[in-house]
């Protein structure tokens, strides 16, 4: 390292590699084949203070999770994480019943959960054991970088608090309650900062020498500083701040350099007394400028242009909607709609008609003893289904009956081998025989469909124009329909 801090990096380097090794984080094997082991890198960061100044160094090695793929190297990942609003209401909380919040932070967070799967990785840089360059880590615990760290810390942590008679909170899975002989002692995780709130400091205290004994931790004493919020202590109670957080928004965004000034008013702007019946008189002016949102009266247009264009579009959205009505609701709806010009739309189902004569009740024959439709609406609304029940009938029925056709056929060439499929030099004397008799057969009833088509069509065709045994001019010269004279006889030919 060539920074002028390289002393304090290094130490922070070989701490934490320390931790890893104590923690039984790896070990090292040879790599099976057909696994890629993951790669891994340092990250160094300072944590700074709330007045600015370094307050530690702080390396961390990283694995290249990013390279992991779902279903081999993990499988859940889902952790929980405190919510912001719950800090707050325990920091209400000790401020009303005056209780004491201490602060721990864990060192090594997520080398604390067990991994389930096999995953391997690479020896970090600059840690590589003299005689074992060739093998590989094969992680025992979590690391820095996997994605399925922060569940098994979390999975760790609960199992922890668990057994040692805390309750998880059922609306913040991060938050764990414990009942003891004096009062109650409330931990709240995030990632790695914990607070501990609690009435009597030995129940404080108690907590955090279990928790000791568990994980590599640091005790900050009382809570000074949690995600940015600065709490302070005052003879009132507690009082909460993110000057530091503000600051440092500032400061990124480089509006630190500018002055500082009393007042975000200019200072030439003539400031006027406050009273309270000018405010009264200029809002009674401002409302009388403006009409805002008023109730307005449904009454007749007066343009007639504007009348027609209005009633077509309405006019098609009624409809529309009666139709979806019909549709959804299978009601029977009949509307009639006359245009400012009086000209007559309607619009019914299952027809305007019928439901108009029923209406009126003319030419309906009387209802059954069920008091249901008569048997002529009943047979109007299903004439189309059984129609479509006739059509759907016959379509399987020609199914069934191709399907049976296709199977015999199938049953005739499994029967027979299906040798005239066979290439035709693999096929001995007595097959060739038989395919030359069944052309035979082919090309005469190919010729007898020909000419019958020739004599309704009175067209000639070509492939009769050299004659053959059915056609008159068998063993004459005959004339081509495309003008040629061929001299030779169609058994010649063949």
């Known amino acids: 390292m060539s920074s002028s801090d390289s002393s304090f990096w290094k130490e922070v380097v070989n701490s934490d590699i320390d931790s890893i090794l104590n923690n039984h984080t790896w070990e090292l094997v040879d790599l099976p084949p057909g696994n890629k082991p993951l790669g891994s890198k340092w990250i160094f960061k300072w944590k700074m203070k709330t007045d ?53 932070d864990v060192k090594t967070t997520f080398l604390n959960g067990e991994l389930e799967e096999e995953i391997y990785m690479e020896q970090p840089e600059g840690c590589v054991v003299p005689g074992k360059e060739n093998k590989v880590c094969r992680l025992l615990k979590s690391l820095y970088g996997l994605k399925q760290a922060p569940k098994q810390w979390h999975a760790k942590f609960d199992q922890t608090m668990l057994a040692n008679g805390f309750k998880i909170n059922e609306c913040d899975k991060c938050v764990s309650i414990k009942d003891t002989p004096n009062h109650q002692v409330i931990v709240c995780l995030y990632v790695d900062d914990m607070l501990i709130i609690s009435r009597d ?31 302070h202590r005052t003879l009132q109670g507690l009082a909460l701040s993110q000057s530091h957080y503000i600051e440092r928004v500032l400061d990124k965004f480089k509006y630190m350099k500018f002055g500082i000034a009393k007042t975000p008013l200019d200072v030439n702007f003539a400031l006027q007394k406050n009273e309270v019946s000018q405010i009264l ?18 009454a007749k247009m007066q343009n007639e242009s504007k009348l027609q264009v209005t009633f077509s579009k ?31 739309y309607s619009f019914g189902h299952p027809s305007v008609e019928l439901l108009v004569d029923r209406f009126l009740g003319r030419n309906l024959p009387p209802q059954n003893n069920e008091g249901r439709h008569n048997h002529l609406l009943v047979n109007h609304r299903n004439a189309g289904l059984r129609e479509l029940k006739k059509k759907v009938m016959d379509m399987e029925e020609m199914f069934r009956m191709e399907k049976a056709r296709g199977e015999s056929i199938l049953d005739i060439r499994r029967a ?35 000419q019958q088509l020739q004599m309704v069509t009175n067209v000639g065709l070509p492939f009769l124009t050299f004659g053959s045994a059915l056609s008159p001019t068998y063993g004459a010269r005959a004339c081509s329909t495309h003008g040629l004279n061929v001299g030779a006889t169609f058994a010649n030919r063949v």
Not at 70 to 99: N, P, W
Request: charged share 25%; aromatic share 8%; net charge positive.
């Open 52 to 104: 600015g100044t370094i307050d530690k160094y702080k390396a961390r090695l990283v694995v290249k999770g990013f390279k992991q793929k779902e279903g081999l190297d993990y499988f859940d990942i889902y952790s929980s994480v405190t919510r912001i609003t719950s800090i707050r209401r325990l920091i209400a909380l000790a401020a009303v019943y005056g209780l004491e919040i201490h602060q721990i």
């Open 201 to 231: 400091i030995s129940d404080i205290n108690a907590t955090k020498r279990m928790l000791e004994r568990k994980f590599d931790m640091k005790d900050l004493g009382v809570a000074d500083m949690i995600l940015g919020i600065r709490i």
């Open 281 to 298: 008189s200029d809002n009674l002016a401002m409302t009388r400028r403006s009409k805002g949102r008023q109730r307005i009266d449904i």
């Open 314 to 344: 309405r006019r098609a959205g009624l409809f529309k909607k009666v139709s979806e009505l019909c549709t959804l609701c299978g009601a029977e709806i009949v509307i009639v709609v006359f245009s400012p010009g009086r000209k007559v």
């Open 416 to 450: 027979n081998g299906g040798w005239w499929e066979a290439p035709i030099n693999a096929l001995n004397l007595s097959q060739l025989q038989q395919l030359m008799a069944a052309m035979k057969f082919l090309k005469q009833d190919v010729e007898k469909v020909a």
